[in-house]
């Protein structure tokens, strides 16, 4: 069990650019959620899928936001044109079923300029 | 008023002591229930997970579920002070993803 992965572990990038981060959840777990988290606060949901199908997404999410999960295995959480209010903690967790316990990556911290 | 509520603390509790964490959540229907540790600057790492009403033990961490108060606890025996960190309550409200709290900062003091 190696754990979920979580790449790049830092990203700094100028307003307006976009950025992709990669999440490689646990082998066995069909279920990968998204999370952000900003200084002081919990993390708040941002989508999940189960296997490659993105079941919700949170109003948090907007149309700058996209994730994908293509086969199933690693997931993908772009952002375009990027503001300063998206600089936070990325999350990526997962788990093996409903209700299971989800194992949390390191998380990519963004920071806008 | 907030999902999941959590006392930002912190909590100060001396070496050895017990330290006691509390979370209240607001959907009744809630079924799966967490606790999660983040160190500064780290992602957060499960501790605990209770379903059922009662208490749950696991080494030094106790969980406690009362559904009718919509109350969960967290106690830590023999606290120390690589303890010290934020407590994060995650609730599960049947519907496949975390809510959490803002967590709870532990201090624990030689």
């Known amino acids: 069990d190696t754990g979920v992965s979580q790449n790049p572990r830092h990203k700094i990038t100028k307003r307006g650019q976009n950025v992709t981060f990669r999440c490689d959840p646990i082998s066995e777990h069909n279920r990968l959620y998204w999370y952000r988290q900003t200084l002081g606060q919990g993390p708040e949901f941002l989508t999940y899928?189960?296997?490659?199908?993105?079941?919700?997404k949170s109003r948090l999410l907007s149309d700058r936001f996209s994730a994908e999960r293509p086969k199933g295995s690693f997931s993908t959480l772009e952002i375009q044109r990027t503001e300063q209010g998206d600089s936070a903690m990325y999350l990526c967790a997962s788990s093996l079923s409903q209700d299971q316990p989800q194992h949390f990556g390191d998380g990519t911290r963004l920071s806008i300029l | 008023q907030k999902e999941v509520e959590q006392n930002s603390g912190p909590l100060s509790v001396p070496e050895g002591a017990i330290a006691s964490l509390n979370c209240t959540y607001s959907?009744?229907?809630?079924?799966?229930f967490f606790w999660y540790r983040q160190y500064s600057g780290k992602s957060p790492e499960l501790i605990m997970s209770?379903?059922?009403?009662g208490d749950k033990e696991d080494g030094r961490f106790t969980a406690q579920l009362n559904k009718a108060s919509q109350y969960v606890s967290l106690l830590i025996r023999d606290s120390q002070p690589s303890d010290s960190a934020t407590y994060l309550c995650?609730?599960?409200?049947?519907?496949?993803?975390?809510?959490f709290g803002t967590g709870t900062r532990l201090q624990v003091f030689p």
């Open positions: 959907d009744r229907g809630s079924q799966s």
């Open positions: 995650a609730v599960d409200e049947n519907t496949d993803k975390l809510i």
């Open positions: 899928f189960q296997n490659e199908a993105q079941l919700e």
């Open positions: 209770i379903y059922s009403n």
